[in-house]
């Protein structure tokens, strides 16, 4: 029986009257065509370009950024000063990049003074209230402060001790990973060690014991298909997590240069775990020759937000900002 297939736009019938050797021809050439119609494997995503979606202003001497997520419709970061004596919170809309500098509704001012470095944040709903969750990097009660927001204006309704193995800790990093009707359940960061912690939804106070979850390699993580040969010296700062696809987000800073490095399945993660090599971001910034440094970042509708300290020189405080890259979709 004669079979057949395609070759360019002819098409060739092979019986048994038909040479053996244009057989073994048309049959290497079938194969060959077959191959090259085979899907090239995905190269690596590598993201180098970003967009200013807004200038973070200065207020009550903050000047340095510090800790960041995104909601639907703000993302909000957290600035400042060089004591840790003031912090102030800034809201900015994602679809104009109008930023209002927001209220302490305790007192009428527009800076707090128990966030410390307030080094990292993150939002959650609970109960028809929005809530943000600041990481101070110090130990004892106010190692993590929770706030409850509305509008423009915020409140402190809350502050916890974190501890792990019985002693008190502080935190760099914190993300919202999930929730369920009684808690929610966040990732903590310290270098390059990650825990769990679980938070009553309606608690305010107390103490949340931490467990570990899983530490990251960083020395052997490719950025646009190479290591980065100084990585040691990169300092990490907050940290970013994708809920649709359990990624998270973690960039480090050297000078001029911010990379963001991804690693996945975290909330089965357990060990020490890599980056996917075939993701990674950098920003090389010859603007902001003196520092280009991403302190935390967020994904939302897809996009990956970052907050950013950006200097012409060592005195330049006015170009700090919440930015996303260019082109990615999470």
Not at 86 to 96: G, N, P, V
Not at 160 to 186: E, R
Not at 190 to 211: A, E, M
Not at 228 to 250: E, H, K, M, P
Request: charged share 10%.
């Amino acid at each position: 029986m004669p079979f057949f297939f395609r070759a360019c736009t002819r098409t060739f019938v092979v019986s048994s009257s038909t040479p053996i050797a244009m057989t073994r021809t048309l049959s290497s050439l079938a194969t060959l065509l077959s191959f090259l119609a085979l899907p090239l494997a995905a190269s690596a995503a590598y993201y180098n370009t970003y967009t200013t979606l807004a200038t973070l202003p200065n207020a009550n001497n903050c000047y340095a950024t510090q800790g960041f997520d995104t909601g639907s419709t703000y993302a909000y970061s957290a600035k400042v000063s060089s004591d840790n004596a003031r912090a102030i919170l800034l809201r900015t809309s994602k679809s104009d990049g109008s930023t209002t500098l927001m209220t302490n509704g305790d007192n009428g001012t527009t800076y707090c003074t128990y966030l410390d470095h307030a080094n990292d944040l993150t939002l959650s709903s609970i109960d028809g209230g929005t809530y943000m969750f600041v990481t101070t990097m110090t130990q004892g009660s106010l190692s993590l402060v929770k706030l409850q927001y509305s509008g423009a204006t915020y409140y402190k309704v809350g502050n916890f001790t974190l501890s792990y193995n019985g002693n008190n800790v502080s935190m760099s990093g914190i993300k919202k990973i999930m929730a369920d009707t009684a808690n929610d359940y966040f990732l903590f960061k310290s270098g390059l060690n990650y825990y769990w912690g679980t938070v009553p939804k309606n608690s305010n106070s107390g103490t949340i014991n931490l467990t570990f979850g899983f530490t990251i390699n960083i020395v052997d993580a490719l950025v646009n298909g190479s290591k980065v040969s100084n990585i040691t010296s990169y300092t990490g700062q907050g940290i970013g997590y994708s809920f649709a696809n359990d990624r998270l987000f973690v960039p480090l800073t050297y000078q001029n240069v911010s990379i963001v490095l991804v690693y996945e399945n975290i909330t089965t993660a357990s060990g020490t775990i890599t980056s996917n090599p075939n993701l990674s971001f950098r920003i090389t910034s010859s603007t902001y020759s003196d520092l280009f440094e991403i302190e935390s970042c967020a994904v939302e509708d897809g996009k990956l937000y970052f907050n950013c300290n950006r200097r012409t020189d060592p005195n330049d405080t006015a170009h700090d900002a919440v930015c996303y890259f260019n082109g990615y979709v999470d």
